[in-house]
């Protein structure tokens, strides 16, 4: 993944785009080739295939380099999304080019280089006519993309391709720019530029990683790499973060749980900032924070908001399917838009007032909006926590009692009541104290199965489920209650795969299909098994998990449990989320 903070790429490892959506994350792909052969890419790479590949990520920075050694030269290739910093040198301008960049160098002997531009807008429905006129220049459906390239460029149809050769010392520079097809359309950047545009954003993502990352301990490069993700998924302009970059990556080869992950669910963003310690860096809290009261500013009670919201603060993510893509490795349907939208689902209130309680340090998060804001989600979990909803799984069946919805409201009130002098709630406090007090009668009644020695998936069921194991997290209990430890022991026993790691659940719920394990839940037993005072089996929990990241450090939703390849959407802010908490 590369990505401007607005919107992201994906880039194979033999140097193709296979997929970009412009001008925000949830927009109809231009390159959608990673769910249909046909649905757009742009490729860059050795004429002759063949030979080795090394990736890595510039140092401190979300810039790719692909290394390909052939048989006659070795070719070095850059890609990346232009970003630069604000005049104060800590944020993200918002008026910077929206461009994609990509410079290919050789460094040995001399390589024919292929280069193949075959934009399809609207998830591959346009074929979109190329005309040379300022650079390349396609045009079609909404879209306006300008290609910078000094290359010869042959035009057949929809698509672009030349072959040239680079000798040592040679490079080649190339971009991409999007307009709307009413506004100008961009002027083509000379090599020079491009490359000032490229060393322009390798010092801003150094300067963002040197601002905002200073933890010390181990796996520090990768918990560093995870933090960069997350930024990475983050919408700039508004504070938004997204849970992964794609669409419909499935939950299971050929399978139906195929899902649009490229939204701002309020969990996801909470735990999101909880998880960079923004606390340290405040302006990206008061975005979201601000983002957040704003976007769900609405008449309806309070219980009832959203859990989710597009980047822009959209609220209607109408779910819909894309008929003319084949789907990843025929996984169909492609959806668009994502159903969840409209679920109940208590438990964002307990997140949302975790990662106030994380930022109480930063007192311009408690202005009057959002203080506000943050009173009447504690109020709403105060007055809905006995109702029934979709759970954190977002299951998509009757309402249930789930636990983890009940610890979260539970959550919520105690740290609304740690927070009452910021919130300026002294009036709800006798109250809310009455509340979470109930609320913890009922989960010790009706949460824990004697018959499963477990605090299982929902009142009054033996199902085991893995964010039970949340409950020492969040300090509901301490980690020395035995019930702790039975309910850690019960999942690390009976809901892993044979590569010990963790699903999210085994009961039915109405879906067709099945799922992978679930790398959030795997970095969850690491934290419970740490707490609890075993840091041998944390250390082998943790260890499972990332040992699953791709040669780039990047993670899915889950794992194959048979062939051990990730699945789901890509990356997942969830699973770095729990790789740095953990």
């Known amino acids: 993944m590369i990505s401007d903070c607005r919107s992201a790429a994906l880039v194979s490892r033999d140097g193709s785009i296979d997929w970009l959506c412009l001008p925000r994350f949830d927009a109809p792909s231009i390159f959608g080739r990673l769910l249909d052969r046909d649905a757009g890419h742009w490729s860059i790479g050795p004429a002759a295939g063949g030979g080795s590949v090394e990736r890595r990520y510039l140092d401190d920075t979300m810039v790719l380099s692909t290394t390909f050694r052939t048989s006659s030269g070795v070719l070095r290739l850059l890609d990346s999304m232009a970003i630069e910093l604000a005049a104060d040198r800590h944020e993200l301008r918002l008026d910077e080019p929206r461009a994609l960049l990509r410079r290919v160098e050789c460094l040995e002997g001399e390589v024919a280089i292929s280069i193949e531009f075959a934009p399809r807008p609207e998830y591959g429905l346009v074929r979109p006519r190329l005309e040379v006129e300022r650079g390349l220049v396609s045009r079609g459906g909404p879209d306006v993309l300008t290609l910078s390239c000094a290359r010869p460029l042959s035009v057949d149809g929809s698509t672009a391709k030349g072959i040239f050769v680079l000798r040592r010392g040679e490079r080649a520079s190339f971009a991409a720019m999007h307009a709307a097809i009413w506004e100008p359309g961009p002027e083509p950047l000379d090599e020079d530029s491009i490359d000032d545009l490229i060393d322009r954003t390798i010092e801003a993502w150094r300067i963002w990683a040197s601002d905002h990352q200073a933890y010390e301990g181990p796996w520090k490069r990768l918990v560093d790499h995870s933090g960069r993700v997350l930024q990475a998924l983050s919408f700039a302009p508004t504070g938004a973060v997204i849970a992964a970059a ?47 009261a704003n976007a769900s500013l609405s008449t309806s009670e309070a219980g009832s908001r959203q859990i989710m919201y597009g980047v822009g603060g959209e609220h209607d993510l109408a779910e819909r399917e894309l008929g003319q893509l084949t ?140 964010s039970a194991l949340r409950i020492p997290l969040i300090g509901f209990l301490p980690p ?81 449990p048979e062939s051990g390849e990730l699945l789901g959407n890509f990356p997942q802010a969830f699973s770095h989320i729990g790789l740095i908490n953990a």
């Open 246 to 292: 794609t669409t419909s990556l499935p939950e299971q080869v050929g399978g139906s749980r195929n899902w649009d992950y490229r939204f701002t669910w309020v969990r996801d963003a909470s735990l999101t900032l909880q998880a960079l310690w923004v606390a340290a860096c405040p302006k990206e809290a008061y975005r979201f924070f601000d983002f957040l």
């Open 327 to 466: 789907g990843w490795r025929g996984s169909r349907p492609v959806r668009v838009g994502n159903g969840a939208w409209h679920q109940r689902q208590l438990d964002v209130f307990g997140e949302l007032l975790c990662a106030a309680w994380v930022l109480r340090e930063q007192p311009r998060i408690f202005e009057p909006t959002t203080r506000s804001y943050l009173r009447e989600a504690v109020d709403a979990a105060a007055a809905h926590w006995t109702e029934a909803d979709q759970g954190l799984w977002e299951i998509r069946g009757p309402p249930r009692h789930y636990l983890n919805s009940k610890l979260m409201c539970w959550t919520a009130l105690d740290r609304g009541i740690e927070l009452v002098e910021l919130l300026d709630a002294h009036d709800r406090v006798s109250s809310w104290r009455s509340t979470r007090e109930e609320i913890r009668a009922a989960i010790l009644d009706q949460g824990w199965s004697q018959q499963a020695l477990a605090f299982t998936q929902s009142f009054g069921s033996d199902d085991l489920d893995a």
């Open 480 to 560: 020395g209650d035995p019930r702790v430890r039975s309910t850690v022991e019960a999942i690390a026993a009976r809901l892993v795969d044979r590569r010990g790691l963790v699903f999210r659940y085994l009961a039915p719920d109405g879906l067709s299909g099945g799922e992978g394990t679930f790398l959030l839940c795997t970095f969850w037993l690491a934290e419970a098994w740490s707490l609890l005072g075993e840091p041998g089996l944390a250390q082998e929990a943790f260890e499972r998990a990332v040992a699953h990241a791709n040669d780039l450090g990047l993670l899915s939703e889950e794992v194959d």
